[in-house]
């Protein structure tokens, strides 16, 4: 799993919940026809007209208010996931359960409990992935500028520390909520930029209308075959609980388990200016100044 898609699964992760969990909330939505390569909108794909845009302003900077006062979650997630192609359109191809623990700015961990699931954490200098199919932990250690914001400034912003500017930058948004769905906000967002197209054609998320609180999100693949619903229970923020050695424990950098290859993805070297500190050599090869040092192993 590459770094950029470690961002999007711990964007999607905090989400106030007590949701029934025999079925998604989001039901399957037409899918428009892409291209072969995942390429994000030049052009909105709907419009809105000016109140509708003053309306989103406004609810986007109280969403923001919202966010900035999380400093510690944690909760269970139920994971549905349906494939258009290899299944039906509203039957979940796999059910999954997780848990998610956060602490403001940087520090999380997801974990899908099934044996082989998804685990990784970030301890705001690396990212540890557990990659239970090829034996390895594979460690992505962060460059210093994204020290302290790597999960605010990933691909799926849509809930660790939310800014109102970055949003309305990177995605094409709108207010999408039916008449039926009381004490909810819904908003959809498609990606303006090559990167979060990559990760997302679309995605839809609802906030509850007293608190604005994340209620449920689901995210389409790129190519709009496969979707995502992410249903969340137990939550908890902000809780003094958090403070104990287990929870804050999880932020550890892990053991490398029996058996197992440790790999080190070091962060891309920062190429300095001429001149800028003649005590410091510049590296020879230009690639390694580019993308970083090859991977280590353990």
């Given at each position: 799993?590459?770094?950029?898609?470690?961002?999007?699964?711990?964007?999607?992760?905090?989400?106030?919940?007590?949701?029934?969990?025999?079925?998604?909330?989001?039901?399957?939505?037409?899918?428009?026809?892409?291209?072969?390569?995942?390429?994000?909108?030049?052009?909105?794909?709907?419009?809105?007209?000016?109140?509708?845009?003053?309306?989103?302003?406004?609810?986007?900077?109280?969403?923001?208010?919202?966010?900035?006062?999380?400093?510690?979650?944690?909760?269970?997630?139920?994971?549905?996931?349906?494939?258009?192609?290899?299944?039906?359109?509203?039957?979940?191809?796999?059910?999954?359960?997780?848990?998610?623990?956060?602490?403001?700015?940087?520090?999380?961990?997801?974990?899908?409990?099934?044996?082989?699931?998804?685990?990784?954490?970030?301890?705001?200098?690396?990212?540890?992935?557990?990659?239970?199919?090829?034996?390895?932990?594979?460690?992505?250690?962060?460059?210093?500028?994204?020290?302290?914001?790597?999960?605010?400034?990933?691909?799926?912003?849509?809930?660790?520390?939310?800014?109102?500017?970055?949003?309305?930058?990177?995605?094409?948004?709108?207010?999408?909520?039916?008449?039926?769905?009381?004490?909810?906000?819904?908003?959809?967002?498609?990606?303006?930029?090559?990167?979060?197209?990559?990760?997302?054609?679309?995605?839809?998320?609802?906030?509850?209308?007293?608190?604005?609180?994340?209620?449920?999100?689901?995210?389409?693949?790129?190519?709009?075959?496969?979707?995502?619903?992410?249903?969340?229970?137990d939550l908890s923020i902000n809780s003094s609980l958090h403070k104990v050695q287990e929870f804050m424990g999880g932020f550890v950098s892990p053991q490398t388990p029996l058996g197992w290859r440790h790999i080190i993805q070091d962060a891309p070297v920062t190429p300095q200016p001429p001149n800028a500190n003649p005590t410091v050599s510049t590296p020879q090869n230009p690639a390694q100044t580019q993308a970083g040092r090859q991977p280590q192993t353990r």
């Open positions: 799993m590459s770094l950029t898609r470690l961002f999007a699964a711990l964007g999607l992760s905090l989400a106030l919940a007590n949701l029934a969990m025999a079925q998604p909330l989001l039901p399957p939505r037409e899918a428009v026809p892409e291209p072969q390569q995942p390429q994000p909108l030049a052009q909105p794909p709907f419009q809105i007209d000016r109140q509708q845009e003053a309306n989103l302003d406004l609810l986007l900077h109280n969403w923001q208010q919202t966010s900035s006062r999380v400093n510690t979650f944690s909760c269970t997630f139920t994971l549905f996931e349906y494939n258009a192609v290899f299944g039906a359109a509203d039957k979940p191809m796999r059910v999954e359960q997780g848990e998610i623990r956060y602490v403001r700015p940087d520090k999380g961990l997801y974990r899908v409990k099934s044996k082989g699931g998804e685990h990784w954490m970030c301890d705001g200098r690396a990212i540890y992935e557990f990659s239970s199919a090829k034996s390895q932990l594979i460690e992505s250690r962060l460059p210093p500028e994204l020290w302290g914001k790597a999960i605010a400034d990933g691909p799926l912003p849509f809930v660790f520390g939310v800014d109102a500017g970055k949003l309305k930058q990177r995605y094409w948004m709108r207010i999408t909520t039916p008449q039926q769905a009381k004490g909810q906000v819904w908003l959809e967002a498609y990606p303006r930029t090559r990167q979060d197209a990559a990760n997302f054609k679309r995605v839809d998320i609802i906030l509850t209308e007293a608190g604005l609180e994340p209620y449920a999100l689901q995210m389409y693949e790129p190519q709009g075959k496969v979707r995502k619903v992410y249903q969340f229970a």
